[in-house]
T-cell receptor
Framework: AQKVTQAQTEISVVEKEDVTLDCVYETRDTTYYLFWYKQPPSGELVFLIRRNSFDEQNEISGRYSWNFQKSTSSFNFTITASQVVDSAVYFCALSEASTGKLIFGQGTTLQVKP | DVKVTQSSRYLVKRTGEKVFLECVQDMDHENMFWYRQDPGLGLRLIYFSYDVKMKEKGDIPEGYSVSREKKERFSLILESASTNQTSMYLC?????????????FGPGTRLTVL
């Protein structure tokens, strides 16, 4: 069965600290997609990144970076020099190519204090 | 700018009432989804639709039904609302086809059933 685990329920950091959000997934498919979404206090989920299972290159976008490792079934998200505006709930999700359905992790609440 | 709208941000209903949650997208997307979000459980898929008049059960369809009469509109129906259906409901849409693309989410409807 497909499953996404975000073991960190809540993380609190002080502004400018680096923080890594963990995501571990389970799937039997060889073709799948991984996503990260951000849910700020306003409630609307914002898409951050999509990665397919054949592309293990890490990605950097400004202060955000993602580390995809198939060997450990992990897709971790790092925010460098965190800011108060990064405070949100972050969701990792898995979509199998065969179904297209998204399976979400439980979410990690990040609080960045000034 | 892509847009998914939901008919209400907040809704209060009584046990046993029939409840309609409406979702409209303006991106000409084939796929539409309904999720509920509960603390500690992440987002769970209720129903989804790949095309007009088509619907598929998600992971937690019990107590819900859906309707998709037009491509841009996907309605979630609670036939007889119960208190355990108090939750945040999120609608999403995505492109169809063989490549799995990101889902775009609406702002959510916070439903309280008394």
């Amino acid at each position: 069965a497909q499953k996404v685990t975000q073991a960190q329920t809540e993380i609190s950091v002080v502004e400018k600290e680096d923080v890594t959000l963990d995501c571990v997934y389970e799937t039997r498919d060889t073709t799948y997609y991984l996503f990260w979404y951000k849910q700020p206090p306003s409630g609307e989920l914002v898409f951050l990144i999509r990665r397919n299972s054949f592309d293990e290159q890490n990605e950097i976008s400004g202060r955000y970076s993602w580390n995809f490792q198939k060997s450990t079934s992990s897709f971790n998200f790092t925010i460098t020099a965190s800011q108060v505006v990064d405070s949100a709930v972050y969701f990792c999700a898995l979509s199998e190519a065969s179904t297209g359905k998204l399976i979400f992790g439980q979410g990690t609440t990040l609080q960045v204090k000034p | 700018d892509v847009k998914v709208t939901q008919s209400s941000r907040y809704l209060v209903k009584r046990t046993g009432e029939k409840v309609f949650l409406e979702c409209v997208q303006d991106m000409d997307h084939e796929n539409m989804f309904w999720y509920r979000q509960d603390p500690g459980l992440g987002l769970r898929l209720i129903y989804f639709s790949y095309d007009v008049k088509m619907k598929e059960k998600g992971d937690i369809p019990e107590g819900y039904s859906v309707s998709r009469e037009k491509k841009e509109r996907f309605s979630l129906i609670l036939e007889s609302a119960s208190t355990n259906q108090t939750s945040m409901y999120l609608c999403a849409s995505s492109l169809g086809g063989r490549v799995i693309t990101e889902q775009f989410f609406g702002p959510g409807t916070r439903l309280t059933v008394l």
